[in-house]
C-alpha cells in the first residue's frame, strides 16, 4: 500500500493497492498509524475506504449520496449502515 499524504489546509491519500485485500504487517501498522492520526485531526476529512473498520475508527459522520440527494447520518460506517437500512424499510 502506498500512502502520500500531503497536509496544508486539507490532507491526500492514494493508495494505489486498493484491490489487496490482506495487509502485510507493515502496512497494517501504517494504517493503524494513519487512522489513529485522521481520528485527532481537527478539520473536515473526506475518506473513501472499502475498509468497514477503518471507516468506522475514523468517521463520526458520513454522507451518502442516493438519487442525486445527500442524506448525513451520524456515527461511523457500522451506524450508517444500521440507519440507512431502517430509511429503507419505510
Not at 32 to 37: A, S, T
Not at 64 to 75: D, I, S, V
Request: aromatic share 14%.
Amino acid at each position: 500500500m502506498y500512502i502520500n499524504i500531503y497536509v496544508y489546509k486539507y490532507i491526500y491519500i492514494h493508495n494505489t493497492d486498493s484491490t489487496h485485500a490482506l495487509y502485510l504487517k507493515q502496512d497494517l501498522d501504517a494504517v493503524l498509524w494513519l487512522g489513529e492520526y485522521l481520528s485527532s485531526y481537527p478539520n473536515t476529512l473526506l475518506v473513501v475506504s472499502h475498509d468497514a473498520d477503518f471507516l468506522d475508527s475514523v468517521c463520526t459522520n458520513i454522507v451518502h449520496l442516493e438519487e442525486k440527494k445527500l442524506h448525513t447520518y451520524r456515527g461511523g460506517y457500522s451506524q450508517f449502515r444500521h440507519a440507512h437500512a431502517q430509511v429503507c424499510r419505510v
